[in-house]
Structures are given as C-alpha cells and as structure tokens.
C-alpha cells in the first residue's frame, strides 16, 4: 500500500528550512516585482465617469467578440478556451483601466 508522505506538516517544514538556509528574509525580498504593490493593487478603486467610459467600451467588444466567437466556432473545449481567454483578456483591460496603467 503507497502512503502520501508529503503531508502538509512535511511540506511546511520544508519551506522553514529553505527559508532558514537562506538566512535572512532579504533573499524573499529580492524576488518580489518592484513595480508590484500590494495594498495599492487589493485597494477598491472608484471609477470616475471617465474610467467607466473605458470600463464600458472595454465590455462591449468583448461581449462583441464572444458572440463572434458562439456564432462561428463549433462547441469544444477551443471554444470553450476561447471564451475563458477573451474574459481574461477584458478582466485584465479592466484593471489596468482601474489601476491608471500603474502595474507593469
């Protein structure tokens, strides 16, 4: 009988020694994205009737190309793909539109 060996336990420890080995949390800190700040990124961001503008535009064309996307593409796992990328694609748009462009 295979028992899991790598138990949560088991894995958490093996974090606290890599992170141990290295020392201190400075080698952490070097791979965090410089342009990359978390409270300003996970902070709400009220649209201004400018940005919703943008916001807006944003979802229809893609609500524009998903109807492209159902009307001439056959029902499969690419479309299904398709589908999930372009809504990534408009999720992304949107935050940059909320973010003023400031994640690089």
Not at 28 to 56: A, C, G, Q, W
Not at 62 to 90: C, K, M, N
């Amino acid at each position: 009988m295979l028992r899991n060996v790598a138990t949560p336990a088991v894995f958490a420890c093996r974090c606290d020694k890599r992170t141990r080995s290295a020392g201190t949390w400075d080698s952490i800190d070097r791979m965090r994205h410089p342009e990359f700040d978390p409270h300003y990124v996970f902070s709400h961001h009220n649209p201004t009737p400018e940005k919703m503008l943008h916001h807006e535009a944003i979802h229809a064309g893609a609500q524009q190309f998903a109807e492209t996307i159902l009307a001439h593409t056959p029902p499969s796992s690419d479309q299904t793909t398709a589908l999930r990328l372009l809504r990534e694609a408009a999720m992304m748009a949107n935050a940059a539109i909320a973010l003023d462009g400031r994640l690089k």
